[in-house]
């Protein structure tokens, strides 16, 4: 069983910059493609941001430019760096991940639980 957990969200003023942590955790799995999304207030789920395995990163176009997506292979973590905030990207921001169970071979996408980004004066 492999879980998500993402820190990082909070109270931030427009224009200021926050970073998010994904930190997956669980035994005999290999991470692949990992992605972060957002889903704001009366709003459908979105991409924002992806990285593949071998670090080719994309973007939504309403973050290019301001959020950058990276990661940890030792750490099994992917953050996302957000700078330049503005209240629309206030929002519930979910972790995404495709895991390969090294044991049974299985492959599964994996959902943390969300952490709450709100951008406000």
């Known amino acids: 069983q492999v879980q998500l957990v993402e820190s990082g969200g909070g109270l931030v003023q427009p224009g200021g910059s926050l970073r998010l942590s994904c930190a997956a955790s669980?035994?005999?799995?290999?991470?692949?493609?990992m992605a972060w999304y957002r889903q704001g207030p009366g709003a459908q789920r979105e991409l924002v941001a992806g990285?593949?395995?071998?670090?080719?990163?994309s973007y939504a176009d309403s973050v290019k430019g301001r959020f950058t997506i990276s990661k940890d292979h030792a750490k099994n973590t992917v953050y996302l760096q957000m700078n330049s905030l503005k209240p629309e990207d206030t929002a519930v921001y979910y972790c995404?991940?495709?895991?390969?169970?090294?044991?049974?071979?299985?492959?599964?996408?994996?959902w943390g639980q969300g952490t709450l980004v709100t951008v406000s004066s």
């Open positions: 990285i593949t395995s071998s670090g080719s990163t």
């Open positions: 995404n991940a495709g895991v390969l169970n090294l044991l049974t071979r299985a492959y599964l996408e994996v």
């Open positions: 669980g035994s005999a799995f290999s991470l692949n493609d």
